[in-house]
């Protein structure tokens, strides 16, 4: 270490050419002093003492405080603290289950009025923006201009008081390559080169509107793109260039800008000079220098920075990096190209079904939405089987759940399906097409997921779930609670323990819907904490959600307000040893059945099977129900939310 501190490029300059040390960090020492008295008076006492930890700043940062805040003044009975606590709180965490359903109660309780569902954390840049955005989409750019110029002014404070807490103690980020070195000045550069990434993704958190994840996109440039516009339209080209000059700051090239500059220069006068603003040139200049001090530490001490700007310039990226960079979307490309090759080599094995949602839509793994494995007539037809469910069913007959007292449950087996059309309860053709509709279903995910490795079924349960009228007043539960299909789900230990009594052998899980004309009933997706929903898929006839049944896919059902919501829940599993034996039994009944109608009397116990019924059964196919070509449609176009619906213990 002495012999380096000899070194000349150690000291950046020829020896003796002046106390750099003093010089640097005497001005150090000076801010530190000063910062340390100012903290001091104005929070009263040393300011380590006012330090919070990494998990208090990230509580405050998603609002938790306002959950407990809304508790408390509900029990002390103010009412309109509590209801905008809990919109505050709701509004920077949209997909907590409990703040929904809490804020559904609020709305339902007298006395609460629409004003006291205030955001009262809200960013005076956000309002602004949105509305400003708003007035420009409708062509009221006066409006627009005085909006956006405000959004633009208090955004770029808001970027001074994120930039401004970034100057907060070191933080092990638990990497290897951030590691605080133990010298000094490695330490130094550490904590600095810290600082400056924090300094720069500043501009994702202002960018980023409460209660979502992804940042607006060029939040800054995009303020400047659309002013210049506005002022053009009121007639102002004067400071509409002015605009224009502080967007080409940040993408210098843009044709488009850089014609428009010309017709002000034009319009205003070759002679007229047109600047950039001053905020906006401090802002790039600033912003450019950091970044160069982040990316020369992070090409000779290590390291990796994300950078949050599109604009950023290709020069200013060491090439050591822009390779790094270039290897990164290709493996992104050849991930996607595998993906594509995979669903190549499992090609659906029927037309007109459309995939609709998969994976990446659903925010998630091992999910997907298929539209059209069935007609709207083949629906009706399962739902005649449906009211045998009722009447007969395999266990329930339309009792109360046993997820919820405010339904009524009733499930249907294909073995029992098959025994009540034996009996004449039912029509053969509809408990046939029962059959044939989880075989194509089957047939469909097996597919999808394990092309050439087979799928079992593991059970197959056609059920409904009616809203009991008399008990939706005042209902905070769920249809089915939140869990996973072959594990335990533990929220707290973020686990799912694969042991009995979960059905540790199932390995897919699908749903298959056979109505809409219900309200609520919608399957959705969690997170392993069971609270933050990914996704959420909506029923309709012939729409089959199906994924994998891990801890990987935690889903539950929200509550069926209103109606009856029917769907063929279904199980599969690789392993042969766990196949669905009342199945085979139900396959064997339905031959036996085939077998007697090909006798000469055949005929007469169709007629008597099928009075009242005009259209012929369809032929009964050898070795199982298999799903006819001809009974199904071409899947709708339309796009729909991540889906699913999940069927582990319906007993």
Same mark, same amino acid.
């Given at each position: ?450 092309? =050439?490795?087979? &799928?079992? @079924?593991?059970?197959?349960?056609? /059920?409904?779930? !009616? %809203? ?5 007043? +005042? #209902? ?43 309200? =609520?009933?919608? &399957?959705? @997706?969690?997170?392993?904490?069971? /609270?933050?929903? !990914? %996704? ?5 006839? +012939? #729409? ?66 099928? #009075? ?40």
């Amino acid at each position: 270490r002495a012999a380096c501190r000899r070194e000349a490029a150690f000291l950046g300059e020829p020896p003796g050419a002046g106390p750099w040390e003093a010089a640097l960090f005497g001005r150090v020492l000076q801010r530190a002093d000063c910062l340390q008295h100012c903290l001091g008076r104005q929070l009263g006492a040393a300011p380590s003492a006012h330090r919070a930890s990494h998990a208090i700043r990230r509580d405050f940062e998603q609002r938790e405080p306002y959950n407990y805040l809304q508790v408390a003044f509900f029990q002390l009975k103010k009412l309109d603290q509590a209801v905008s606590a809990a919109h505050t709180f709701f509004v920077a965490n949209p997909q907590h289950l409990q703040m929904r359903e809490d804020i559904e109660k609020y709305r339902r309780m007298s006395g609460v009025k629409s004003d006291n569902f205030r955001d009262l954390e809200a960013t005076p840049h956000w309002e602004a923006y949105e509305t400003g955005v708003q007035h420009y989409n409708a062509d009221e750019y006066l409006q627009a201009v005085a909006r956006l110029e405000e959004s633009l002014t208090e955004a770029l404070s808001a970027l001074e008081e994120c930039r401004a807490l970034c100057e907060g103690p070191w933080e092990d980020e638990d990497d290897e390559e951030e590691e605080m070195q133990p010298g000094l000045y490695e330490a130094i550069a550490a904590h600095y080169i810290q600082v400056l990434k924090c300094r720069q993704q500043c501009v994702l958190e202002i960018a980023t509107k409460p209660g979502r994840i992804s940042a607006t996109e060029d939040f800054i440039p995009s303020h400047l793109d659309l002013l210049q516009f506005a002022y053009d339209q009121v007639g102002n080209q004067a400071v509409a260039a002015e605009c224009a000059a502080s967007y080409l700051l940040f993408y210098p090239t843009d044709e488009p800008m850089l014609e428009k500059m010309k017709q002000y220069r034009t319009v205003l006068g070759e002679d007229t000079a047109v600047t950039a603003r001053e905020s906006i040139q401090h802002y790039v200049q600033r912003s450019l220098m950091e970044k160069k001090l982040i990316y020369y530490a992070v090409e000779h001490l290590g390291g990796t920075f994300n950078d949050p700007d599109l604009w950023t310039p290709d020069e200013l990226i060491p090439e050591n990096l822009k390779e790094k960079h270039r290897e990164d979307q290709e493996k992104q490309k050849q991930e996607t190209l595998d993906v594509e090759g995979r669903k190549k080599r499992g090609p659906l094995p029927f037309e007109g079904i459309a995939v609709t949602m998969d994976s990446r839509q659903m925010n998630g793994t091992q999910r997907v939405v298929f539209d059209g494995v069935l007609m709207e007539s083949e629906c009706k037809d399962l739902l005649q089987l449906t009211k045998a469910a009722g009447e007969a069913g395999d266990g329930y007959r339309a009792r109360r759940s046993p997820h919820t007292p405010h339904e009524r449950f009733e499930g249907l087996t294909v073995l029992k399906a098959v025994q009540l059309a034996q009996n004449g309860d039912v029509d053969w053709r509809d408990a046939k097409l029962l059959l044939q509709a989880s075989e194509k279903s089957r047939k469909i995910i097996e597919s999808y997921f394990t092309p =050439g490795k087979k &799928l079992h @079924f593991s059970f197959t349960h056609l /059920v409904c779930r !009616t %809203a009991v009228d008399e008990e939706q007043e +005042g #209902r905070m539960d769920l249809s089915h609670p939140v869990h996973a299909d072959n594990c335990l789900l533990d929220p707290e230990g973020q686990e799912c323990w694969r042991e009995p009594p979960a059905y540790v052998y199932r390995d897919y899980s699908g749903i298959l819907y056979l109505n809409d004309d219900f309200q =609520g009933g919608g &399957l959705f @997706f969690t997170e392993m904490d069971t /609270v933050t929903v !990914t %996704a959420e898929v909506h029923p309709k006839c +012939g #729409r089959l959600v199906a994924f994998s049944s891990g801890k990987e896919n935690p889903h539950g059902v929200w509550a069926v307000s209103r109606g009856r919501r029917c769907a063929i829940a279904l199980w599969y599993t690789h392993s042969q040893e766990h196949a669905e034996q009342e199945r085979v039994k139900a396959e064997e009944l339905m031959e036996q059945r085939a077998v007697e109608q090909d006798r000469p009397d055949g005929e007469e116990h169709q007629e008597a099977d099928h #009075r009242g019924r005009s259209s012929s059964e369809l032929p009964i196919p050898s070795g199982g129900a298999r799903p006819t070509s001809r009974r199904h449609k071409p899947g709708s176009d339309r796009t729909q939310h991540p889906k699913e619906l999940r069927a582990r213990d319906e007993f």
